[in-house]
């Protein structure tokens, strides 16, 4: 397991008990590296989204639970935030919960020319991803996939 993904789990442990004694639902954690900075990213959310004062208070409780327990070696920045109306489909739980929604997917390389795709997210397993394109089922395998995400509609 990578450090970043070890990060990732004991960040989400200790989120855990603070999501839950704030009404609100883990979404993701990462932990990622952009423009030489690192960034601690929570994602929460509940049934309606969540307001900026769930965000803060779970994010000052993260802090405290985070600077106990010490164990990022870097410099980083806390982010607590909602997972947007477009949010990225990242795990088996976001897929479930995603089954029969529209989504936009695109590709590290491009499939017959075309590489990003729109449709109505069916199926999904370990290694594939079912979109209902024009009515065509298309099977994606998630290695090819680089984003998939809900899509927008307005």
């Known amino acids: 397991m990578s450090k970043k993904d070890i990060i990732e789990k004991k960040t ?4 855990e008990p ?5 009404g609100v639902k883990i979404y993701d ?24 004062n769930e965000c803060v208070d779970v994010s000052h409780a993260l802090s405290d639970a985070l600077d106990a327990d010490d164990f990022i070696e870097e ?3 806390l982010e607590v935030s909602s997972p947007g109306l477009g949010r990225a489909l990242k ?3 976001h897929f479930e919960n995603s ?10 390389k491009a ?11 069916k199926a999904y397993d370990a290694n594939t991803v079912t ?4 009515d065509q089922d298309e099977i994606f395998t998630r290695k090819e996939i680089s984003v998939i995400k809900l899509a927008l509609d307005f």
């Not at 989400?12 to 989120?15: G, K, N």
């Not at 499939?111 to 997210?121: H, I, W, Y």
């Not at 979109?131 to 024009?134: F, K, S």
Request: glycine share 10%; aromatic share 10%.
């Open 12 to 15: 989400e442990a200790l989120l």
């Open 18 to 22: 603070i999501a839950e004694a704030n």
């Open 29 to 52: 954690v990462e932990y990622v590296k952009e423009a030489g900075e690192w960034y601690l990213r929570a994602y929460i959310d509940k049934e309606g989204g969540v307001n900026i």
């Open 75 to 77: 410099a980083y920045t």
């Open 91 to 93: 795990k088996d739980r």
């Open 99 to 108: 089954l029969g929604q529209e989504v936009e997917l695109k590709l590290f």
């Open 111 to 121: 499939r017959d020319g075309v590489k990003e795709f729109a449709g109505t997210l």
């Open 131 to 134: 979109v209902t394109i024009n």
